[in-house]
């Protein structure tokens, strides 16, 4: 059975920015929910292209937040203490790249 590295003494300057990054996502994606319910039943008479558009950017800000949710927990919780876990990208290897491109 193969053992993780051991766990290093700046453990907070490698696990704070993951776990915070997800958390400020977090709190993010929930002004986003407020903005498309104000949008919903503010801008009833909006053209149907334009509302395929929100309900698309927000489908695809709910899958990102999803696959980070993912990785938080293949890091910090089926990978607890373990540093291999830690320096694996899992889901964000995927949802990095592919979504991220769509809007820059």
């Given at each position: 059975m193969s053992t993780s590295p051991p766990i290093p003494a700046n453990i907070a300057e490698i696990a704070a920015p993951l776990l915070l990054g997800d958390v400020w996502n977090w709190m993010l994606y929930g002004?986003?929910?407020?903005?498309?319910?104000v949008?919903?039943?503010?801008?009833?008479?909006?053209?149907?292209?334009?509302k395929l558009l929100v309900y698309a950017v927000f489908f695809l800000e709910t899958l990102q937040t999803a696959l980070s949710g993912a990785d938080l927990y293949y890091w910090f919780v089926s990978g607890f203490g373990n540093m291999d876990h830690l320096a694996n990208p899992y889901a964000s290897a995927f949802d990095v790249p592919i979504i991220e491109s769509l809007f820059h």
């Open positions: 002004v986003l929910i407020v903005q498309l319910y949008y919903t039943y503010n801008f009833l008479g909006d053209k149907k292209l334009l």
